[in-house]
């Protein structure tokens, strides 16, 4: 879609501090009594002032890092001046022309199949504002009541240059930056609120829309291809696209306008007197040099030293969980076969099931790995291991193994079932014989049933065949 231009600007919530941005407030206000977790900072009250939350700022410098930008050696925080009923104090403290980090990029799979990286203008510091709760959609509620707990949070906005053509490039974009993010142990995105998208989207020669306040990875994919669709349908009937700001109704799954596009004139930044520039410079060196090993880093790494193909290195590094995982795994079981089994088939059963890695076992995976490598199960019945150790059936594999008699069938047992079912297919060996390679299924399915499903299919088509061709 090289038609269509998308920029976002990402806010990213810094939640694991204990304090939010510019006072003492806890930031555990998750499901608690909404404006519960305010104080006269958090509220703007006459004669508050702000105190800087100097890890904040040391957590924005380690995301800035991560995401390959220049850290200015000085940084200044400014008012951005604007009315809303979720900004009691009538501005936000925010940053304009000294940001904490300028110019960087990061790597995304463009449309095409190709890596190639998405530039980023900035990432600059910023407080967030209260909590708007709707009584029905926005154009339409009858009332609207405000939450302040979420007043005050440190957020860090990552903007990026208008480099994406897709909302699938958009959700990839996203996908990345929360594993770096989560990589960095600066933010839980499984939080309400934690990530929040402003996507700026124009077709070729038309004025730009932005869409505020978007939650969700799936919401952003949604409400780019809406507005996508919407803008060629006016194009189509040369009605103008306006420059315009627009909300994503999640709901009716369309975007609706709230009003015009302001310009940064319009927020009448000026410095914020209570709060001094910072020379932050002198702190760079010691976050570098205690940064983790990143997600492409990792990656590159789980090839080389594991032998791993690049597409499972990328689905085991895509998350720090997983990939914590599999080297625990891996360093008990043989690790490529471990990495077919973690990467294919318990990332699908975990992403079925709506659950983490968290909740299994490393050393029950290991387990259930070292047992395929020495032919003691089927792949059919590792997978049945896992259904079942999930799905709370089982103990272990050895008790499930045990129970559900799904151990392996020894070599002998396998042959003489292969001859029988040669010998009772006479039919299927003389379409094969006639050349017909699917024959050979018919074959196989029945020396499976005479082994209850404890040999290799893979196996037993090779037996069945050599057998066939000895005739």
């Keep these: 879609m090289e038609d269509v231009i998308i920029g976002l600007e990402i806010h990213v919530q810094l939640n694991r501090l204990r304090s939010k941005m510019f006072c003492g407030c806890s930031t555990d206000y998750h499901n608690s009594e909404p404006n519960s977790h305010t104080c006269p900072v958090c509220l703007g009250l006459p004669g508050s002032l702000p105190v800087l939350n100097k890890k904040a700022v040391e957590f924005g410098i380690k995301v800035g890092l991560a995401l390959n930008c220049t850290i200015e050696e000085e940084t200044l925080f400014y008012r951005k001046n604007y009315y809303y009923p979720d900004l009691p104090k009538g501005f936000q403290i925010s940053q304009y022309d000294f940001p904490l980090a300028t110019r ?275 792949e059919d019945g590792a997978v049945q291991i896992i259904r079942d150790l999930l799905d709370g059936r089982g103990s272990s594999p050895d008790e499930i193994v045990k129970s559900k008699g799904l151990g392996k069938a020894k070599d002998d047992v396998v042959q003489k079932a292969v001859r029988e079912a040669v010998a009772e297919s006479a039919d299927a060996v003389a379409d094969y014989k006639a050349g017909s390679e699917r024959a050979l299924n018919f074959i196989v399915g029945v020396v499976m049933k005479k082994t209850r499903g404890k040999a290799s299919p893979g196996e037993v088509h090779k037996l069945v065949k050599a057998e066939v061709e000895k005739m």
């Design 104 to 378: 960087g990029h990061i790597m995304i799979l463009g449309d095409d199949g190709v890596e190639r990286d998405i530039r980023i203008n900035r990432a600059h510091m910023e407080e967030d504002p209260g909590r708007l709760v709707h009584a029905g959609t926005i154009d339409r509620a009858k009332y609207t009541m405000v939450d302040y707990n979420r007043c005050g949070m440190p957020l860090l906005e990552v903007v990026t240059e208008p480099d994406l053509h897709s909302p699938k490039e958009a959700r990839a974009f996203l996908d990345k930056l929360k594993s770096i993010l989560e990589y960095l142990e600066v933010f839980d995105g499984s939080l309400e609120g934690s990530m929040r998208v402003d996507a700026n989207i124009s077709l070729k020669g038309g004025d730009r829309t932005e869409i505020k306040n978007i939650s969700g990875f799936k919401g952003v994919e949604k409400a780019l291809s809406y507005e996508i669709t919407r803008q060629k349908n006016m194009q189509r009937r040369n009605i103008k696209v306006v420059q315009e700001t627009r909300h994503f109704d999640e709901i009716r799954n369309i975007t609706v306008s709230i009003r015009s596009k302001v310009g940064a004139h319009d927020y009448r930044y000026f410095p914020e007197c209570d709060l001094v520039g910072l020379r932050i410079a002198s702190w760079v060196p010691a976050i570098k040099a205690a940064l983790p090993e990143l997600p492409d880093a990792k990656r590159k790494r789980f090839v080389e030293q594991y032998n791993l193909s690049d597409d499972h290195a990328k689905s085991l590094t895509s998350e720090i969980k997983v990939a914590n995982f599999y080297e625990a795994v891996a360093a008990r079981a043989p690790p490529k076969l471990a990495a077919v089994w973690i990467a294919d088939v318990l990332k699908g059963e975990l992403n079925y099931r709506d659950q983490t890695v968290d909740g299994f076992s490393q050393e029950h995976m290991a387990e259930i790995v070292n047992m395929l490598a020495e032919s003691k199960i089927t």
